[in-house]
């Protein structure tokens, strides 16, 4: 078992920057591959980023590839999203979550477990 908590969300203005946290407690954290999604109300859970247990292997949506940056503190157990050039668009409910897979995984039904989200607001 593996508990998650997000921090880090808000409101902020197209171009900002914002860096979200995912504290892990509970089972060891560098069994778990981690990942970011993204919901929109109404709309379906969006994978943002992946990392593997080891970090080194990341992968993007297209959307956010050169803009948001994943990376892993294996002595923090905490996975961090490090979000630039933030876009209306970006506006959503951020999730974290943990999954058992050694390789890329974009499906949220392959995930474990999940934390409880945090918001993130870009106002144009």
């Known amino acids: 078992q593996v508990q998650l908590v997000e921090s880090g969300g808000g409101l902020v203005q197209a171009g900002d920057s914002l860096t979200l946290s995912c504290a892990a407690t509970?089972?060891?954290?560098?069994?778990?591959?981690m990942a970011w999604f993204r919901q929109d109300p109404g709309k379906e859970r969006e994978f943002v980023a992946f990392?593997?247990?080891?970090?080194?292997?990341?992968n993007y949506v297209n959307s956010v590839k050169d803009r948001f940056a994943i990376s892993r503190d294996g002595a923090k157990n905490t996975v961090y999203l490090r979000m630039n050039s933030l876009r209306p668009e970006d506006t959503a409910v951020y999730f974290c979550?943990?999954?058992?897979?050694?390789?890329?995984?974009?499906?949220?039904?392959?995930?474990?477990?999940w934390g409880q989200g945090t918001q993130v607001t870009v106002s144009s």
């Open positions: 979550a943990a999954t058992g897979s050694v390789s890329l995984e974009i499906r949220p039904g392959q995930y474990d477990f």
């Open positions: 990392i593997s247990r080891s970090g080194g292997s990341t």
């Open positions: 509970g089972d060891t954290f560098n069994s778990y591959s």
